[in-house]
């Protein structure tokens, strides 16, 4: 299994970008999909997750209305529209995978496979 994460940058704060993570050797469909960050000295904090038909997602707070996320099924890649950047939005962006859930989790412990993370910071 392999997430490749990219689309990570630098960026002025109120601009915006947009992260892919690409899947290979899983059921994509099968899998809810969630985007997690981690600043320096940081915690691994949860952004943002979608379900597996894409038809529920969930954001942290601290996102709601500038970040959204999205999925191809038909591309096996999941998407994070990321909009008026704010300094505090710098971090490694991680993406992940979760089988399947009823309820898919916010929670980092729950998915079982990861991507490399990709950089996003967001200058003053």
């Known amino acids: 299994v392999q997430l490749q994460a990219s689309g990570g940058g630098l960026v002025q704060a109120g601009g915006s970008l947009r992260l892919s993570c690409a899947a290979s050797?899983?059921?994509?469909?099968?899998?809810?999909m969630g985007w997690f960050r981690q600043a320096p000295g940081k915690a691994r904090q949860f952004v943002t997750l979608?379900?597996?038909?894409?038809?529920?997602?969930a954001y942290a707070d601290s996102v709601k209305g500038r970040f959204t996320i999205s999925r191809d099924n038909t591309k096996n890649t999941v998407y994070l529209q990321m909009n008026s950047l704010k300094r505090d939005d710098t971090a490694v962006y991680y993406c992940?995978?979760?089988?399947?859930?009823?309820?898919?989790?916010?929670?980092?412990?729950?998915?079982?496979?990861w991507g490399q993370g990709t950089q996003v910071t967001v200058s003053s």
């Open positions: 050797g899983l059921t994509f469909n099968r899998y809810s």
């Open positions: 992940a995978a979760d089988l399947a859930p009823v309820l898919p989790s916010t929670s980092a412990g729950a998915y079982e496979y």
């Open positions: 979608i379900h597996w038909n894409g038809g529920s997602t």
